[in-house]
């Protein structure tokens, strides 16, 4: 029987002890990574004033009854190659000359986009895009002002993959 051979090579230069190392290293600097992205990114989903936006529910839901009460609807067209907004509300019993459209991106709070709706004639209004939009989109059409303080307001969304038209409320 031969005699074993003994490796002469030290443990640094070969290849599975690194590997073995090498494993546990990147879960460690993934995990300082993760750590790092928890601490300095701001969560835009989480409201900070999330106590004051749970009393505000109910005057929210008395401005999407009225708006019910009033018969309101809108049908809002996208054209995103010229970068214009056309819509047309029906119930308004005065046409104000302008109106708030909110386009609000589902996640980051950084995307949404309030475009003011300025009236054409009778119920057309119109509106110009500064950005181009993409994906799915929440929208929120109400009187100019603060959202917490106008009398009504019509929510939708629309899914630009799908159509370029959007329909809010009277369905």
């Known amino acids: 029987m031969p005699a074993p051979i003994e490796d002469t090579v030290p443990w640094y230069k070969q290849f599975y002890p690194w590997l073995l190392i090498a494993l546990p290293g990147s ?55 010229v970068g214009d907004i056309l819509m047309d509300v029906t119930g308004l019993v005065n046409d104000p000359e302008q109106l708030q459209l909110e386009i609000i991106h589902p996640t980051n709070h ?21 950005h181009q939009l993409t994906f799915r989109q929440y929208l929120r059409l109400s009187p100019v002002g603060d959202i917490n303080e106008v009398e009504w307001r019509l929510n939708g969304d629309i899914n630009f993959k799908d159509s370029k038209i959007a329909k809010m409320g009277g369905q």
């Open 27 to 81: 879960v460690v600097i993934a995990c300082a990574y993760t750590i790092y992205l928890a601490v300095n990114a701001d969560d835009s989903v989480v409201s900070d004033n999330y106590y004051k936006d749970g009393l505000m529910i109910n005057q929210r839901l008395e401005q999407d009854e009225r708006a019910k009460e009033l018969g309101l609807a809108a049908q809002v067209e996208f054209d995103l190659e």
């Open 110 to 130: 950084e995307y949404d986009r309030i475009v003011l709706m300025h009236q054409l004639q009778g119920n057309r209004y119109r509106g110009d895009l500064e």
